[in-house]
């Protein structure tokens, strides 16, 4: 079974060329986050078409988190137990985001998952992103307290760049979010209680995220903020791991 996690930033804009990664790719299942648009928007039918079902949730023009797979799609979850909510208006209540997803396709209990940005230190949005990733993780030890043998995947963008090498020059995120210590700090609990990095060992040196200004892409000047962290019982039977950065490349 091959596994696949993106970011697309739109699916509908970018729905031709995400379904074409998929047929030239082989991949069975894909979690796909920042999708952009409302359930009564997403564009089913391209994946149907070429064989995939879909598990999707999204909200208004924010965030969104998808499954689509075509090796089944049982036992969709949306969110998960505690998951914190967010408002940015004052006087307006918090309210869940389309942040996390999760379906059980091939036997894997796979998590497409877009945690939140965190904007700037000392912003109120960088405490709602540790509170969520602090529920994400004792959801996740809770599962594997329940089943030591579970196969589960925690896939998407983690908007955390874990260690030093995982950016292009740390100088230039000295004083910003993705790296700080507590961001760091909530990404490697999430790996105490028992999930791995798998795709870090396969692609020494690589980095998953491009900004678009100043050329970024072209210059290799990127990040590492995209993982899959995986279960015990399904780490061990990983036996390979890549980063397409092709599909970066090209108009748009």
């Not at 729905?15 to 409302?38: N, W």
């Not at 137990?81 to 209540?93: F, L, Q, T």
């Amino acid at each position: 079974m091959r596994l696949a996690t993106w970011n697309v930033n739109s699916v509908r804009t970018r729905v031709d060329r995400v379904t074409a990664f998929l047929e030239r790719s082989g991949v069975d299942v894909l979690a796909i986050q920042e999708t952009k648009c409302r359930d009564d928007q997403f564009p089913h039918m391209p994946f149907e078409a070429i064989g995939y079902e879909v598990a999707h949730v999204g909200l208004n023009q924010w965030n969104g988190v998808a499954v689509v797979s075509r090796v089944g799609i049982d036992d969709v979850q949306v969110g998960f137990e505690g998951m914190p909510s967010w408002s940015s208006k004052e006087g307006v209540d918090p309210a869940p985001e389309a942040r996390a997803i999760a379906a059980t396709c091939g036997g894997v209990r796979t998590w497409s998952l877009y945690v939140p940005n965190g904007r700037q230190l000392g912003d109120p949005h960088l405490a709602y992103k540790l509170e969520w990733l602090e529920a994400l993780r004792e959801n996740a030890a809770g599962w594997l307290a329940a089943d030591p043998r579970a196969q589960i995947a925690l896939t998407g963008d983690w908007n955390i760049a874990p260690q030093d090498d995982d950016v292009w020059d740390m100088a230039v995120f000295a004083h910003s979010t993705h790296v700080s210590p507590p961001e760091r700090a909530a990404f490697a609990a999430v790996v105490e209680a028992g999930y791995a990095d798998v795709v870090r060992p396969h692609t020494p040196g690589e980095y998953t995220y491009w900004d678009y200004t100043q050329l970024r892409f072209p210059r290799r000047e990127g990040m590492r903020i995209d993982f899959a962290l995986c279960s015990p019982a399904l780490a061990e039977r990983v036996t390979g791991a890549g980063i397409d950065r092709q599909e970066r490349k090209g108009k748009g």
